[in-house]
Every structure is written in C-alpha cells, then in structure tokens.
C-alpha cells in the first residue's frame, strides 16, 4: 500500500517538462480534479432532484424554492468568488481546494438535518461555496498542469468530472430517495425523511471520495505576465485592458448559465406537475441525459476551441459557443414538448449547449489571460453569474408564471426565460468573438 500512495504522489507531483496528455505527471493530476468537479457539482445539484418533497415537509412555495436553490447559490457565488479567485492567483491552489471540498461535504450533512427554510438555505450556501469555488481553483490547475495546445482536451477531462456529477446529482439523488422511500432505512435513518437520509448519505459519500485529493501536488505557474504577488491596482489594470473581449463573452456565458440554472431548478417541478411522474420516474433518465449531452459537449466544446486556436479565422476560439448558442434557442421551448420523448430531446439539446459553451469560455479564458488574472477572473465571473443566474434566474420564471396565472403557468414561463436569455447569449458570444485579443505567450 505505501509503495502505491508513493507512486501515485509521484505521479501526482508536477514538473516543468509535463505538458503532455499521456503523460501520467499530468494525466493523474487532471482526473483527481475531474473527481472534485464530479462530487462538487453532485452536492450542488442534489436537493434539486428531491425539493418537491422538502417543499411538502416544510409547507414551503415555489418562491421559497426560488430562494433555496437560486440564493443559496448566488450569494456565495456574490459574495465569496472573486475572493476566492484571488487566493486561487496568488496561494497554493490544492489546499484550497481540500478546504472548499470540506466545505460542501459540511453543507451536504447540514442540508440533511435543516428545520426551516432559511436553514435550508444556509447549508446550500455552504454547499456552493465549496463547489463553485473549486471550480475556480480546478480550472486554473488545469491549465497549468498542460500546454497551451492541449488545454481544450485537458479541460474536456475535468469537464467531464462536472458533467458526471450533475448527472449524478440527478440519478444517484434520485436513486437513493427511491430506495430510503421503498425500504426501510437503517438505524437512526429510520427515522429521518427520505429527502433528509438521502443528503446523509451523500455526505458520507462526499467525505470518502475526497480523501484522493491528498495525493494532489501544486504544479508550476505558466504564462505569467506579471508577478503573482503584483499589487492588486495592477492586476486589475490588465483586467480593464482587456474590457472589450470580456464584457461580451461574460454577458454570452452568464445568459447561458441562466438558461442552464433556471431549467436545472425547475426541471423536476414541471415533470412531476405537467408530466405527473415522481422523482424515481425520471431521475434514471434525466441524470443520464444530463450526463450524456454534458460529456458530448464538452468533446465538442474542448475540439471546436482546440480547431478553433489553429484556424486563421478571428476570434475562432469562440466559434463553437456561437454555434452552440444559437442552437439553444429553440431548445429552450423544451418545456413546452408534448411528449416525454421531445421534452427529453430538447433538454438535452440545450444542456448539449450548455457544455459546449461553458468549455469554450474556460479555454478562451486560460488561452488568452495570462496566469494572475485567471483565477480573479473566473471568480468574477462566477460571482456576476451566481448574482444573475442563479439568484435572478429561478426567481424571474416564478415571477412570470405569476404574472400569466399562477404556479400552474410555470412550464410557459420556463420556455419565455429561457428563449430570451438565449437569444442575448447568441448575439453576445458574436461580440465576443469579433474582439478577442491575441493569446498570451
């Protein structure tokens, strides 16, 4: 067993020659960071599957749904992302990491012994700190454990870590509520709702599963401009320089995690209300769409930014999110499918677009900053995202299915947001795509 441990810390630590895919000195580290995406985003994503049981417990609404899920992410997001980001340029990346991955597994637990709605939404705030903050931290690890070249590659394989565990996020949540509902649960379990037993679970799931990460080493920087202990008033001055490309590719991405977040949220509410089927009914088939597209997008995200670095066509890099948002316009109307079969072929074609664009932008991202203003601008952007995402995405649907009628308006409502603030990410990944400066060497 020490012989293993030591041979995989050494595979585990960085050198300054890796760069190379087949490499183990970079393959290793690239799927520990897919293991912290794939159980992050299964922890952020889990009470999603099970709310319409929470929210029959508690008495809550759909406004108090709204809340949970789209506040007890987005203010983390607000409030601790560009913080976060700032320690991810300037401090050891993978302790961090370990730190925010303690933080969703206490988050995960706490969600299971909640007794009111804002407790509930405390311990999903804790869940997305963790979660979306080391993503932040993952991504930026990412790019330095590769070569420019093969970075769209690199970042398909731990995009296909955060693929898996919205997936699971869905199918195994869902899973183990059916079992805890079917069966009697063990021990004090017994006792415990199902929605409740099922996070308890997942915590205990979290806390084994991120025992790996010790193996992680903290790689080299690449590709820095300025120092990484440069003062902050310089930093941020090379953000402003480039003001022009990152204003249009934020709005692109932030419209489409609007999209994303406001169908993830309210998914599960419109299959059970317009579809009649309970959470065992279509968690299987939902985890496994999610995780399908999201594996197929971020293939064909990581090639169309790879392609796209080596063509000769201006902003090329940006070509695919531009494809792939335009496409997500008329998927957007997937609630209002009149089977279960177009329902599922048009969510999928919008979650498809989503992992397109979202592994475009983090390419861009790592390609054309240089090494201290990635982490700062990644928390930047997660924290606008966070704020307009997923704080104003799930709200807004509730606030139009109110305007046209009621809770029962909500399919309608999803469909209107969704087209929308598609169609605003289309025409801005088209800005973006017209201003993207020259890469950094």
């Known amino acids: 067993r020490q012989d293993f441990l030591a041979l995989m810390a050494t595979l585990a630590k960085p050198t300054a020659a890796q760069g190379r895919l087949s490499d183990p000195a970079t393959l290793v580290p690239l799927l520990l960071l897919a293991l912290v995406a794939t159980v992050a985003f299964t ?18 609404s759909d406004d108090a749904l709204a809340l949970i899920q789209g506040l007890g992410a987005a203010v ?28 969703w ?18 311990a999903r705030m804790l869940v997305g700190i963790g979660s979306t903050g080391s993503l932040t931290a993952a991504l930026s690890l990412c790019a330095d454990f590769c070569a420019p070249a093969q970075r769209g590659k690199a970042m398909l394989i731990v995009n296909l870590g955060k693929a898996l565990g919205v997936a699971l996020g869905f199918a195994l949540t869902g899973w183990l509520f059916g079992l805890l509902s079917d069966h009697a649960a063990p021990g004090w379990l017994a006792d415990v709702a199902p929605w409740r037993s099922t996070h308890v679970l997942l915590a205990m799931i979290s806390a084994m599963l991120i025992v790996p990460l010790l193996l992680l080493r903290e790689p ?3 590709e820095v401009e300025a120092s990484t202990n440069a003062p902050f008033r310089v930093v941020a001055a090379e953000l402003w320089s480039r003001r022009a490309f990152l204003i249009p590719l934020f709005a692109g991405q932030i419209a489409v ?22 959470p065992q009914e279509f968690a299987g088939w939902v985890g496994a769409l999610m995780f399908g597209t999201g594996v197929a997008g971020a293939v064909l995200g990581g090639i169309s ?19 792939a948002a335009g496409l997500g316009i008329p998927a957007a109307l997937f609630p209002l499918m009149p089977s279960i079969t177009g329902f599922a072929i048009a969510l999928g074609v919008l979650s498809l677009c989503g992992a397109v664009t979202g592994l475009v932008v983090s390419v861009a991202l790592t390609v054309l900053l240089p090494n201290e203003l990635r ?7 997660i924290a606008v995202a966070g704020l307009i995402g997923f704080g104003l995405a ?41 201003r993207v400066p020259e890469p950094v060497r």
């Open 43 to 60: 922890a952020l994503g889990s009470f999603g599957t099970v709310q319409e049981s929470a929210k029959a417990e508690l008495d809550l």
């Open 76 to 103: 983390p997001m607000v409030l601790f992302s560009v913080p976060v980001g700032i320690l991810v340029d300037r401090r050891n990346r993978v302790r961090l990491t370990m730190g925010l991955a303690v933080l």
């Open 105 to 122: 597994t206490l988050g995960t637990l706490l969600t299971a012994f909640a007794p009111s709605a804002g407790w509930l939404t405390a």
């Open 220 to 222: 080299i920087r690449r």
């Open 257 to 278: 995690v609007m999209a994303d977040v406001a169908a993830g949220v309210w998914v599960a509410p419109v299959l059970s209300r317009d579809f009649g089927l309970s």
């Open 305 to 323: 930014a790879d392609l796209g670095q080596k063509s000769k066509l201006r902003g090329g890099i940006i070509l695919g999110a531009v494809i």
């Open 375 to 381: 982490g700062l601008c990644i928390g930047a952007f």
């Open 394 to 434: 799930p709200w807004i649907v509730t606030r139009v299915s109110a305007f046209m009628g009621g809770e029962t308006m909500l399919a309608e409502a999803l469909a209107i947001v969704g087209v929308s603030v598609s169609t605003l990410s289309f025409l801005a990944f088209i800005m973006a795509m017209r």
